[in-house]
């Protein structure tokens, strides 16, 4: 993607799918000459979206397009000075969909100069350069480490908004670092940061840990999941969120899958190497420096590997149906058999596809591992969240009598929707 004839630099505008790791993202891409933006999103995009969809996509799908429409018209953008970035995919859902369909919108609306950057995970992101990727897999990851400290204490604070001004600091020193490519410095800002999430004063009480799980976006997006993790907060949890890398590492792990599969003799052993190096000192061994950055306060939020969390959700559906209801339900299994979490919650965005696979599996899930299991599917509108109330009261009181939860044998999953 080069700058325009009049060498103006490319507007790169970024969908607030997670708040911090589109700021990483837009750092990285203005250390390599993007003048790049992260998106609003609200109500009022929202509805612009809904205005130019056909009403049946999934949730981030009218969400991303009206966030976009909203900035060209808001800040009148000059569409040739414009790149939307939308990753796609292929499979067994609607992703693969939303650049060609923005595509058509932006033609419609007379925006033809509006360039669409749309790396894909049928590759694993390698449409872009080696070092961006690079560079974006280590921003994705300082994200994901910096969002897990904010949920491990922010629950507990004795000071309301500590942990979010902390943690905004971290953010701003990380991606000062970041946007002048001053990579050295990036564990040391990460390691400050666990320091100071470490000193802030906490409460001394036993909360119950809810594993989240489910469609990425929606898993992350505050506005479209209502707050979730404030919300399970309030109620008496502490929330552990499946983290962003995972779908990067899960597409990596899918490559080799495939690679092993193609059965192409000694033919297929090159590309076999070139994936298993690249997982080896790319992508493991970025996620293993960042995570001992959180240590000790993260000691036990460390991740399952990939593999684990495919194999434990290949129990439910084969690995060959790609997308995301396999990580999904591994990750959830492993939520409760190996970290501890008393209740998962399953976030989907309405019309879901991998959403509705895993929700209508979860039932056994529930009953296999005696936890209850509430899956919820937004569409940014009412309060799908209220389905937590009763889960989180039980959860709570079982606590406070010093017993774990179990899940009264009459209890069905749940699956609420906003207008349910
Ligand atoms: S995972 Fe669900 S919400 Fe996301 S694009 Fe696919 S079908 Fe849509």
Same mark, same amino acid.
């Given at each position: 993607?080069?700058?325009?004839?009049?060498?103006?630099?490319?507007?790169?505008?970024?969908?607030?799918?997670?708040? &911090?790791?589109?700021?990483?993202?837009?750092?990285?891409?203005?250390?390599?000459?993007?003048?790049?933006?992260?998106?609003?999103?609200?109500?009022?995009?929202?509805?612009?979206?809904?205005?130019?969809?056909?009403? =049946?996509?999934?949730?981030?799908?009218?969400?991303?397009?009206?966030?976009?429409?909203?900035?060209?018209? !808001?800040?009148?953008?000059?569409?040739?000075?414009? %790149?939307?970035?939308?990753?796609?995919?292929?499979?067994?859902?609607?992703?693969?969909? @939303?650049?060609?369909?923005?595509?058509?919108? $932006?033609?419609?609306?007379?925006?033809?100069?509006?360039?669409?950057?749309?790396?894909?995970?049928?590759?694993?992101?390698?449409?872009?350069?080696?070092?961006?990727?690079?560079?974006?897999?280590?921003?994705?990851?300082?994200?994901?480490?910096?969002?897990? $400290?904010?949920?491990?204490?922010?629950?507990?604070?004795?000071?309301?908004?500590?942990?979010?001004?902390?943690?905004?600091?971290?953010?701003?020193? #990380?991606?000062?670092?970041?946007?002048?490519?001053?990579?050295?410095?990036?564990?040391?800002? $990460?390691?400050?940061?666990?320091?100071?999430?470490?000193?802030?004063?906490?409460?001394? +009480? *036993?909360?119950?840990? %809810?594993?989240?799980?489910?469609?990425? @976006?929606?898993?992350?997006?505050?506005?479209?999941?209502?707050?979730?993790? *404030?919300?399970?907060?309030?109620?008496?949890?502490?929330?552990?969120?499946? /983290?962003?890398?995972?779908?990067?590492?899960?597409?990596?792990?899918?490559? !080799?899958?495939?690679?092993?599969?193609?059965?192409? =003799?000694?033919?297929?052993? /090159?590309?076999?190497?070139?994936?298993?190096?690249?997982?080896?000192? %790319?992508?493991?061994?970025?996620?293993? #420096?960042?995570?001992?950055?959180?240590?000790? &306060?993260?000691?036990?939020?460390?991740?399952?590997?990939?593999?684990?969390?495919?194999?434990?959700?290949?129990?439910?559906?084969?690995?060959?149906?790609?997308? +995301?209801?396999?990580?999904? $339900?591994?990750?959830?299994?492993?939520?409760?058999?190996?970290?501890?979490?008393?209740?998962?919650?399953?976030?989907?965005?309405?019309?879901?596809?991998?959403?509705?696979?895993?929700?209508?599996?979860?039932?056994?899930? +529930?009953? +296999?591992?005696?936890?209850?299991?509430?899956?919820?599917?937004?569409? =940014?509108?009412?309060?799908?969240?209220?389905?937590?109330?009763? #889960?989180?009261?039980?959860?709570?009181?079982?606590?406070?009598?010093?017993?774990?939860?179990?899940?009264?044998?009459?209890?069905?999953?749940?699956?609420?929707?906003?207008?349910?």
């Amino acid at each position: 993607m080069t700058a325009p004839a009049n060498g103006t630099r490319p507007i790169l505008l970024i969908p607030p799918m997670d708040e &911090l790791a589109a700021e990483m993202a837009a750092a990285v891409f203005r250390s390599i000459g993007y003048e790049a933006r992260v998106l609003e999103e609200n109500a009022e995009t929202l509805a612009i979206g809904l205005q130019h969809t056909g009403g =049946g996509e999934c949730a981030p799908c009218p969400s991303t397009v009206g966030a976009l429409i909203a900035a060209m018209q !808001r800040e009148r953008l000059p569409p040739e000075q414009v %790149v939307f970035f939308m990753p796609t995919a292929c499979g067994p859902c609607r992703f693969g969909q @939303y650049a060609h369909l923005t595509r058509e919108i $932006l033609d419609r609306l007379g925006w033809n100069g509006v360039r669409i950057l749309s790396p894909s995970a049928v590759n694993a992101y390698a449409g872009l350069s080696q070092k961006t990727r690079i560079r974006l897999w280590r921003g994705l990851l300082a994200a994901d480490l910096l969002r897990k $400290l904010r949920l491990r204490v922010r629950p507990y604070e004795r000071e309301p908004g500590a942990t979010d001004r902390a943690i905004a600091r971290s953010m701003g020193r #990380v991606t000062d670092a970041i946007e002048r490519g001053d990579w050295r410095r990036v564990p040391a800002r $990460l390691e400050e940061a666990t320091a100071e999430a470490a000193a802030i004063p906490v409460r001394d +009480e *036993r909360r119950p840990l %809810v594993g989240v799980v489910g469609e990425i @976006y929606v898993r992350f997006n505050t506005f479209l999941n209502g707050d979730l993790f *404030r919300r399970i907060e309030a109620l008496g949890g502490e929330a552990a969120l499946a /983290p962003m890398s995972e779908w990067v590492l899960y597409t990596n792990h899918l490559q !080799r899958l495939d690679a092993r599969d193609a059965r192409a =003799g000694l033919a297929g052993w /090159p590309r076999r190497l070139r994936l298993w190096a690249e997982a080896c000192w %790319v992508f493991d061994r970025w996620e293993r #420096v960042t995570a001992a950055c959180g240590d000790p &306060l993260l000691r036990d939020r460390h991740e399952p590997a990939i593999a684990d969390v495919v194999a434990e959700g290949a129990r439910y559906v084969p690995w060959h149906v790609r997308g +995301e209801a396999i990580l999904t $339900l591994g990750r959830a299994a492993l939520y409760v058999k190996r970290d501890g979490a008393q209740a998962i919650v399953n976030a989907s965005p309405m019309f879901c596809m991998p959403g509705t696979i895993s929700t209508g599996i979860f039932p056994q899930l +529930e009953r +296999e591992l005696n936890v209850p299991i509430v899956c919820n599917f937004y569409d =940014g509108s009412g309060d799908a969240n209220r389905s937590l109330v009763p #889960v989180m009261h039980y959860l709570g009181e079982a606590m406070r009598n010093g017993g774990r939860a179990e899940v009264p044998a009459a209890a069905p999953a749940a699956a609420a929707s906003p207008a349910g």
